[in-house]
């Protein structure tokens, strides 16, 4: 895989497991916040694995048209300042066959989650995350399948696919 971004790559949790997982791959970690990326670096060096990590918004992605053949994004959709914005940089970015998956919350998950993530908000949460009313907080401002469906089909007729699960959803947008 050549330009494998992950956008909202937060410490590098994930991308660093990705990297592990698959030596070749060249990736790229992208997230808003430079000190969160700091983080990150430090990770990667810990396992001796270059990865290239750049500071930016999903809603204007520093990389030119056609660039990523995929783009992951996990846990990031609901704190996206325009939704709509994003899914169609998202789709600039990714190459002819590209392809982009996008984990989130489903706001219209059952109410018994949504007791298990405030029972961790309020009891197993570090002070840190109940200060900012997480994970709860995250969950009540994502996104239902529908809206994900509406977002993405405004501008431009793609080819995607919604998995709904029991808190949460699998997107992918594939590019022809």
Not at 26 to 50: P, Q
Not at 55 to 79: K, Q, R, W
Not at 98 to 110: K, P, T, V, W
Request: proline share 5%; aromatic share 12%; charged share 25%.
């Amino acid at each position: 895989c050549v330009g494998c971004v992950w956008w909202g790559c937060g410490p590098g949790n994930l991308i660093v497991q990705l990297a592990k997982e698959f030596p070749t791959l060249e990736l790229i970690g992208v997230d808003i916040s430079n000190e969160i990326l700091e983080r990150a670096k430090i990770r990667v060096t810990k396992h001796e694995r270059k990865i290239e990590f750049k500071e930016g918004s999903v809603e204007n992605l520093p990389f030119p048209n056609e660039y990523a053949d995929f783009i992951v994004s996990t846990l990031s959709l609901h704190h996206w300042i325009n939704p709509d914005r994003a899914f169609q940089e998202i789709y600039r970015v990714l190459k002819k066959e590209g392809i982009a998956l996008i984990f989130d919350f489903r706001r219209d998950s059952r109410k018994f989650y949504y007791g298990f993530l405030t029972f961790i908000t309020k009891i197993i949460a570090p002070k840190a995350l109940r200060n900012v009313n997480e994970p709860i907080g995250s969950l009540k401002s994502s996104y239902t399948p529908l809206e994900v469906q509406e977002l993405i089909s405004k501008k431009q007729k793609k080819d995607i696919t919604i998995k709904p699960m029991l808190a949460w959803m699998f997107v992918q947008i594939n590019k022809h």
